[in-house]
Structure formats: C-alpha cells, structure tokens
C-alpha cells in the first residue's frame, strides 16, 4: 500500500487519521469504514477509484485505529462522528463528495446526507438500504444471544473480549462475520465462544498479513469507542424534517451477507420501498457476497462504484 498516503488533520480537537491516494484536483471519494474495520478495509477501493482518476480519501473514525479517542468514549455520539465528517470536508476544502459506507458507516453517509445535502454528491453503500432515521425497531426484535443484543450491554464485550489479546478478538469476529447467519450465543455461551480455534479458520481472501495490520491499529485504539458507536449508540434521534434523499444512491447486497437476516431486511430491500425516500436510487446484487463483500470481491465491487461514480461525476 505504498501508493496511498497517511496524515493527521485536527477535527473538533481530535487529531484524526485519514488515509488518501490520488489527485488533489480530482472529484474526492469518502470511505466510511464498519466494524471491526478501519480504513484499511478499503484499500483495494481506494487504489481503483484513484486509478480512475478520483481523489480517494478514508479517515479512521475518532476512537477508531490511530485517530484519537474521544475524551470519554462511552459518551460518543454518531453525531459526533458526522460533525467530525464535515470538519474533514473543510479542513480539506472539499465543498462536495461522493460517500460509501459500508455497515454502520452507511448509516453514517445517510445521516450526513440528509443533515448536509449540498456538500454530497451521491451514496453507496455496501449491505445496508436506506430506511428513515428512527429507532431501529428491527433490531429490537434480535434475539437475546445476538452479537449486537450482546454488545450492546455495557461491560459483556469488555469481559468476553478480555480474555483474549485484540489478534484474537479480530479473527474471531472476522470468521463470524464471513458467515451467512447473525452470529447468536446460546444463554451459557460468549459470543467469542462461537468460533472453535480448532476447526474455524478466517476466509481464503482475508491473509494473516491483513488480520495483523489490523491488530496493529486496534491494538493502539482497543475497543472502548467501538462498542459505543455503532452498539450503544443506535437510540440515538436525530431532528430531521425532509427525509427524503435527492442524491443518487446505489446500494450494493451480497447474498450471503448475515445482515440480510436481520428480520424483514431482505424483504425491505426486495420490495423496493426505498425509492420512496430516494427517488433515484439503485441495487446491485453480488450471490456470492459476504458481509465483507469489498474485500472477498474487490473486483467486482470496485467496477460496480466505478459505474456509478462514472455515471454520477
């Protein structure tokens, strides 16, 4: 990864890491990590899109990686992580991008679309449609045992993840994540517990070398912020009027994507009722996709938000 380039640009006095590759002059291009990743999640992304001849740009989130945690990480806020997004922008003199986010950071994108519609010009988002901003109902319907019911109570991730070094931890939720149904503990069990180091090993495309580039990033943050955003932080409302996005919007499922079995996810996506709150928005169908579709599926995603973007600048 020679070819991209790291700094640190101060937002709301945070010193947070961005990651960019490509022409100051170009039309730029957000990436907006999930968890458990980092900007690094986008590496084969970033090098097409500035192949293409865009400005790619990939800020580790505050708390996240080598960006500064926020002075007390179980208070932080997905506002806060927009605020942050939009003193990227003016730091970096951008007056308009195009986002792409990918699980909670789509949430992200649209958020920040709706609360600053004249600085976006277009959204992709990889395995998460638009929905209106409100409770999220369809989680509350999760079973107990689930990743996120789970993670979502202050001090039981801390406890199960602490019984192993952060390599482990990565691994673990990497293998879980590849698979095709939420990952759900039984009453006796972590969700750590799910994966048998025995017989579990990570995905073909995911390398030992990419899971310790990782480890090294979050071995430095560690995981106070990351379980307050998304986790602990998804009752939080936003005072918006116009819900409607005017940007053109693409997102991009992957059949074998476990978030497609949240309840009614799938069924969201296939009916359509999205175009209700974006008028111009678009799907594109991966079988083969995992939730990690743009590091399984490089390729295929990369000539998919080349599209777009192609047909949006």
Sequence with gaps: ????????????GLKVHVAEIGSRSSPAVVFLHGFPEIWYSWRHQMIAVAKAGFRAISPDYRGYGLSDPPPEPEKAKFS????????????????????????????????FTLLHSTRVSGIITLG????????????????EGS????????????????????KTVLRNIYILFARNEVPTAQQNQEIMDLVDPSTDSLPHWFTEQDLAEYASLYEKS???????????????EF???????????????????YSLKFPGIE????????????????????????????????????????GFLSRHS
């Design 1 to 12: 990864m020679e070819e991209i380039e790291h700094k640190y640009v101060k937002l709301n």
């Design 80 to 111: 806060d992580f927009i605020a942050d997004l939009l003193a990227l922008l003016d730091a970096l003199t951008l007056s308009k991008v195009f986002l792409i986010g990918k699980d909670f950071g789509s949430r992200i994108a649209y958020l």
């Design 128 to 143: 998460v449609p638009f929905a209106p901003p409100s409770r999220h109902t369809v989680l509350k319907n999760l079973p």
């Design 147 to 166: 990743y996120i019911s789970r993670w979502q109570v202050r001090g039981r991730a801390e406890s199960d993840f602490s019984r192993f070094d952060c």
């Design 222 to 236: 560690g995981f106070r912020t990351a379980l307050q955003v998304p986790y602990r932080s998804l009752d939080e």
């Design 239 to 257: 005072d918006i009027v116009n819900r409607k996005v005017e940007v053109p919007a693409l997102v991009v499922v992957g059949g074998k994507d």
């Design 267 to 306: 069924e969201y996506i296939r009916s359509g009722r999205a175009k209700a709150y974006v008028p111009n928005y678009e799907t594109e169908h991966l079988p083969e996709g995992s939730h990690f579709m743009q590091e399984q599926l490089p390729d295929q995603v990369n000539q998919l938000i080349l």
